[in-house]
């Protein structure tokens, strides 16, 4: 089965800080794909990354880097410096290649609420 | 336009009436998506189109009525709903294949049965 946690429910920090959201998946196979989300008031969700199963480099973009480690099954999401306006919801999220041909599906975790204060 | 849009943002509706939602977008994709996000639960797919065929039916309620005449436009028709019923109801699209297979969201509509 496939499954994905968000063990922190929200997080507050004051601006400048750094702050890192879990995410931690199951899957019982070898290829999949993982994506992180962020969902601002307005509701949109506005995709961020994805991350190939075979691909385990670690990815830096701005502010925003990814710590993917298979030997843990996690797929960490790091905000440096943070600022109000990241404040939001994020979503982390698993995708299993094998339902290609068919329905591709993502299996969404519960989210991490981020408040940035000034 | 660009991306994913979503029509009406906002839609307040007795348990009787007949409403339709409407998604359209505009990035050249083959699959399309309504997911459900309401205040107690996490995101849940509700449908999925690929190339204009329902591929996926997540056990959703008869009441909630899925139609995509084209692989741009999805629709979700509404009747008889719940006061439970009431959620932000979000489409996307991918596109189904290829490497880059990340869904696009629109922005959603907030749906309030009274």
């Known amino acids: 089965a496939q499954k994905v946690t968000q063990a922190q429910t929200e997080i507050s920090v004051v601006e400048k800080e750094d702050v890192t959201l879990d995410c931690v998946y199951e899957t019982r196979d070898t290829t999949y794909y993982l994506f992180w989300y962020k969902q601002p008031p307005s509701g949109e969700l506005v995709f961020l990354i994805r991350?190939?199963?075979?691909?385990?480099q670690n990815e830096i973009s701005g502010r925003y880097s990814w710590n993917f480690q298979k030997s843990t099954s996690s797929f960490n999401f790091t905000i440096t410096a943070s600022q109000v306006v990241d404040s939001a919801v994020y979503f982390c999220a698993l995708r299993n290649p094998r339902d290609q041909g068919g329905s591709e599906k993502l299996v969404f975790g519960k989210g991490t609420k981020l408040t940035v204060n000034p | 336009e660009t991306g994913v849009t979503q029509t009406p943002r906002h839609l307040v509706m007795g348990m009787t009436n007949k409403k339709s939602l409407k998604c359209e977008q505009h990035?050249?994709?083959?699959?399309m998506y309504w997911y459900k996000q309401s205040a107690k639960k996490p995101l849940e797919l509700m449908f999925v189109?690929?190339?204009?065929?329902?591929?996926e039916n997540n056990s959703v309620p008869s009441r909630f009525s899925p139609e995509c005449p084209n692989s741009s436009h999805l629709f979700l028709h509404l009747h008889t709903l719940q006061p439970e019923d009431s959620a932000l109801y979000l489409c996307?699209?991918?596109?189904?294949?290829?490497?880059?297979?990340?869904?696009?969201f629109g922005p959603g509509t907030r749906l309030t049965v009274l």
């Open positions: 990035l050249g994709h083959n699959a």
């Open positions: 991350r190939n199963s075979f691909d385990e």
């Open positions: 996307a699209s991918s596109q189904v294949g290829g490497d880059h297979n990340e869904q696009f």
């Open positions: 189109y690929n190339f204009k065929e329902q591929t």
